[in-house]
């Protein structure tokens, strides 16, 4: 730890740069768990430094993805809790690349506060250190700022930027999608991480009790319930690409079913959703009933159960659910593919 670098005038100003000294030594024990052979650097530096293993890689190309928790951290605000959000915000970045048949190689964080508390601060990089192991990705930098006056005392703000890559090859490339191709439903653990300002608004988390258990949550708290950390899909879609030809994936984001199903579809084909099959979680009926939020912007708004969808052709239908299935994911069909106008229905 440096000791000698301190400076009193900017201590008063509400900025402790030991404080952040601090932070980086109790995360280096999370951070070491991440380390992968393309490693170059120590935690520290002005740059992350990663070596590139292209062996069996004929044409490279690199793929990248940032993104935030967003309001959601107003719940590990409210139940102080700040040891799984940095999974969500590994899953929000890690999630979009694979759907492009990127590996991911190495992960970037940054932290804005309103005061920096050591301890605080390490609880949020071990979250991000859960996601990168869960996406075989380095952390090799960060950044954590102290910005008092701008963040009140007790928030912060997460956010991070992943790199991937593939075989140019590789890419997935929805223009061998065809009619009567079979749509796949990974489950989702929960909310994820979108639709909160939602959720926050419809529940009125901020006044209401959501630390006791719910029994149509299994006994969850509702708390428990919406900050249970976005999924991460890399390893069981990797492991899938390995053995099944694969036209197509969606990562289910902000926008829900509406807005991020159509994005892996071309022009000319749609998605036809059969509503009966989508197994929608207990929480996002709790979230309907307590809106009063019609079934249409539900599925436009969250991914009611389903984190991910993959597009494959119909004879590989058994054995992508099987390669899934191996792979600790309880994958479901929900639809196929057909000539349409539309890029989605859900009927």
């Known amino acids: 730890m440096n000791t000698s670098s301190r400076s009193d005038s900017y ?13 980086v030594e109790l995360m280096k024990q999370h951070i070491a768990r991440t380390l992968t052979s393309g490693v170059c650097s120590d935690v520290g530096g002005f740059g992350g430094l990663f070596e590139l293993d292209l062996k069996g890689i004929e044409r490279p190309v690199l793929v990248s993805g940032t993104d935030g928790v967003g309001t959601k951290l107003k719940l590990a605000f409210l139940l102080d809790k700040h040891d799984t959000v940095g999974i969500d915000c590994v899953a929000m970045c890690v999630n979009d690349i694979i759907c492009c048949g990127a590996k991911p190689l190495f992960f970037l964080d940054y932290i804005a506060c309103g005061k920096n508390i050591p301890e605080r601060i390490a609880d949020i990089v071990k ?27 007790d928030e912060y703000d997460l956010a991070g930027y992943c790199t991937g890559v593939v075989d140019k090859a590789k890419i997935i490339d929805n223009g061998a999608m065809r009619p009567g191709d079979v749509v796949i439903a990974l489950p989702s653990s929960g909310v994820h991480s979108n639709g909160f300002s939602l959720v926050r608004k419809v529940l009125d988390v901020e006044n209401s009790d959501i630390t006791s258990p719910v029994e149509s949550l299994g006994g969850k708290s509702v708390g428990e319930a919406l900050l249970a950390p976005t999924k991460i899909y890399v390893k069981p879609v990797l492991a899938l690409l390995e053995k099944v030809k694969v036209k197509g994936i969606s990562h289910i984001t902000g926008g829900g079913f509406y807005e991020n199903i159509p994005r892996s579809i ?14 929608v979680l207990p929480i996002f009926d709790l979230i309907a009933k307590a809106g009063s939020i019609s079934e249409h912007d539900m599925f436009n708004t969250f991914n009611m159960g389903v984190g991910m969808s993959i597009v494959v052709a119909p004879e590989d239908a058994k054995l992508a659910l099987s390669v899934l299935k191996e792979q600790g994911e309880d994958a479901y069909v929900i639809g196929k593919i057909e000539e349409s106008a539309e890029k989605i229905t859900i009927c």
Not at 18 to 23: I, N, R, S
Not at 127 to 153: R, S
Request: a negative charge.
């Open 11 to 23: 201590a008063a100003a509400g900025v402790d740069i030991t404080a952040g000294y601090k932070a």
């Open 127 to 153: 979250g991000v250190c859960d996601g990168c192991v869960q996406a075989g990705a380095a952390l090799i930098g960060g950044e954590t700022a102290e910005m008092p006056g701008f963040y009140p005392v």
């Open 266 to 279: 071309p022009e000319g084909l749609g998605a036809k959703i059969e509503r009966s099959a989508v197994r």
